[in-house]
Structures are given as C-alpha cells and as structure tokens.
C-alpha cells in the first residue's frame, strides 16, 4: 500500500532542494539491511508486523531514508521503531526532515482509531532523545522513557509535514 500525500518531501541539507517521497508498505525489496549500517534488523520487523511496517521512500527510487514500524495495543497506537538512514543521522547527514514525516505519519494513523485513544502516539525513547522529541515533535513525558505525542501536537506535525 502507498501513502502518497501531495506534499511530502524531505530536504536535500546541501542544495536546500525539496524531494519528495513516499510512505509506503514495506517489502523485502524495500528492506534495509544492518550490514549496510542500519542499527535494527528491519527483516524480523517485518515477518512481526507485515502489515504495520513502513519505509520512507524517495520517489522515481530506491533509495529508503527511513522506517517506522507501528503496533497497536489495547486500542493505543504505539510507535515502536522508528530509523533513519545512516547517510540522514549527525552533523554530516544529506537529509532532514525523515523523522518529522514518519512520526507525523504514526499521527495520521492514529487519528484512523475510534476510541479513547485517538489522536494520540505512544512510543518509548531512549534517554538521550527525550529532549529531542520533546522540542522537536511536541513529545510529553509519562512514566520513565514512555512518552507520547496527544492529538492537538499530533495535528501540528499533520499540517507541517504532511500538508505543507
């Protein structure tokens, strides 16, 4: 399955170039691979959660930028991995805007939910990124790393990454 919102682009960090993308369902073909520097095992993601893995890809390409899988438990949505490509982490990366646009995607289907829990992401952070989410996508504290992103926050990042 594709998700193709008219608007969704990453930037190019040294032309300042939009390029656009895509959310798509992720497949074998489409997997990245830990020997090429990725830090999960995005293969046994997959197998986990066919249904519910998802790659950032550029479009009229291969090239994956990142992933996100998500779950969904007790009715919440929980964003439990989410990657960018080595060549889009640190100072040197080639690529901004990935993380924004596969957390605002994780709110889009969040909004899909009819119950307690719509609008609303949950996910668990590591230590040193909490801040990051906090500042960067709106993120509260819960309990420990847990943190979630409610849906005024969620819409926010909609409308800036999926609708501009």
Known sequence: MLYNYDNLYIIEILSKERVTCQIVLAKKNNLPKKKDGWKFNWSNSLKESPNSTYALIQNNSSVVHGMLQIKYDEGMLIMELIELAPFNIGSNKMYDRIAGCLISFACRESFKLKN??????????????????????????????RMYIDPFSGQKLIDKYLKT
């Open 116 to 145: 307690n829990y719509t609008g609303y992401v949950t996910f668990v952070s590591k230590t040193k990124l909490m801040e990051w989410y906090r500042d960067k996508y709106y993120a509260s504290q819960s309990i420990g790393q």
